[in-house]
């Protein structure tokens, strides 16, 4: 397949390319460490070896993940400074993910010599079936999350490759019935393709498109919203191939990213194993701190100046009014205040974060966190008390620095772009462009005497995205890995294995499994960003309780951390069920209702009920949050005004506390691992 | 013996660490989504929070930014970070104390008992 590409596009090539140089030769300098000792420890927990440097930045880098750079962005952009609260819990991650467990964690797995999370529980309540539920939830959690971040790593790819749209010829453009903008283009070799995009606005009224050259072909859409006349540009349609074997027609610019991205980190992965994902974390975590810090500097800069009058006193003690000129941050506050007030004051656009929500969202970053295996894992191979302590130091450092910064920078992209990448009212793209176009255009200036440097810096904050994307699914690849080796075959299946055995299965599993999430990424569905909340959720669910309560309270027992397990994971999936389903039975009423309409207008017979539809929301009307209005067909049931996580927490709690009071520990675990 | 009297004072350090964490957390919550939603968010004239007086009125609240941030997130938010920050310095370096973790176990890692 021919790859056609501008400068702009090699120099952005160039800047990811030498990362990823850096990137696999740290993957295969940690290959050198599994030839010490014991390889199963080594290999998923490096031997209890962490010092503060690596222990820091891989569980900095480890929990900001893809969506910090592009989901996130695009909220401070859509929404404003209220993302500062939504955000805001960050204070007291450090603190909740590694000081809350951090020693004692440590010590009950050095005591069994436990290897993954569901060891460090099956062993300490000596107990195969809670080991096995635990590997069962962290392997349908991660497996779900890692789609989800593969297709994350191959967009933020396509984005820098950014390959000219396929030769076509417009065709013409229509509203379809639910309210999105259809776009037809014939390809050169004779084909139809469409490209589809939300209206500007639910109540927008289409005018008309027009073919236009920006800096590449695209198609200029107008639309009558409120009185006002606004436009939309569309790209054409991206250059597609179909896949041998599968029949899959693809983005070429997509599939190009996401083989790049997923060999490079299956590689790693697989051949250095914990050291590797460690190691690379910490490049990736100092490469997305140098992104943010240098972004927002550029990004302050970037911010038009704005003239205000400001009421004094003068000198004779008359009333006077004064124009004051505000710059950076300054001015981009003032002009967000402008553009709409509801930017700067609480809840945001769209009554988007009220007072539940926002409390929920406390809870939800600094439980989740804590909650989180893939940092508990962290918090397991770290050699001895001072390095915890250290780390501490530079995680919270790390994390102040990131979130205010990216607050700063895409509350100055809204300043710069006020209406430009808004899904509600806007002109040029989506808001989860946001990112890369703000890389591009903060840059664009840079010179060095007269060769421009903009694009090969762009690569590089186009590089902290990528870092974040790559160090998570890193960790959760080998999460799985070891869910599957250790948890479920040597532990259950098999564990009279030789070493030489689980050292072969280690590399195959790892490798197989990264394949396996890789091809689940060709054609991934459409609503990952829900899931992948919902694995986050369901992860802190089920698994902060049982551990807090299996390392800190001596009454705890098998029957209770089980439960806690078990009801934390069902009230999460029950609520995202009920969301569901809800939008399901409102959207079938809805139909319905409209067709009876038709049929009233048309003097025919009215249609068939939807009795299903009907029986459920009438049956579920009492439950807290049904048939509220949600921002998505998959968002769950907001129960009470909070996110599903509060409740999942408290019934995790409440189950495991209650059930453990009701049964009896066993007095030689509790001789064991409390002394 | 010295090593299980070891152990216990690691279990107890632990503990009580842990329960400053979750008092930290708690006054962290209460303080930021609080001041927040009081400060930072619009209430009507008739809302219980204007009326008990806790919340400016809708006539009587100014815009006034703070280094470029709106004071509410000045006072809501950046300051009670850069608090936290501070007290997890302190606590780094002053409030938890070393520990010995412990021996690894002979069993385990390589067997799957």
Redesign the interface.
Known sequence: MGIELSPESWQVLIAFGCYLIGVALLGVFSHRYLSRGSFVKEYFLGNRGLGPWVLALTVAATAISGGTFMGFPSLIYTNGWIMALWICSYMVVPLMTMALFGKRINQVARISGAVTVPDVLRDRFQSPGLGILATFLILLFLTFNLVAQFKAGGLVLKEAIRLPPAEAAFQGAEVDKDKNLVLRFRLADGREEVQRTPLPHENARFLGARPIVHEEPEVEVSFQVGGRTVTKHVRYPPQKLTLPLLGWLIDKGYLIGLLVFAGTVIAYTTYGGFWAVTWTDVLEGLVMLAGVILMAFLAIRAVPPVEVERPVVSASGQPAVVTEELRGLAAATERLRKQDPRLVYGPGPDNFLPLGLGFSFFLMWSLMGAGQPSGMVRLMSFKDTPSLRRALLLVCGYYVTTYLSLLIIFVCARAIFPTEYLRDIGSEGEPDSIMPVMAREVTRPLTVGSFRIGPLVSGLLLAAPYAAIMSTVAAFLLMISSSLVRDLYQRTINPDVSPRTMKVISYGVTALVGVVVMLGALNPPGFLQYIIVFTGTGQGCSFLVPMFLGLYWRRATRAGVIAAMLGGFLVVLGLYALGWIDSRCQAAIAEYERKVETAQARNEPAPEPPALARALDDGLRWFPGWGEKRPDRFAPLYAGGLDPLVWGFLASLALGVGVSLMTKPDPELVKKYFF | MAD?EA??R??R???R??MV??V??AL??AW??GY??LY???HSADSWVVQAGLAPPPDART?R?V????D??VY???L???A??AF??Y???FG????D?????????????
């Open positions: 299980r152990a216990a690691l279990f350090h632990a503990r660490e842990a964490v979750l930290v957390w962290a919550l930021s989504v927040c939603y930072g968010y619009e815009f930014p280094a470029g941030f709106p509410w997130v809501g938010i950046v009670p970070w850069l936290c920050t997890t310095i606590f780094a370096l938890m104390t070393d520990d973790l412990g021996a690894e176990a002979e069993e385990g890692a390589d067997r799957g008992h």
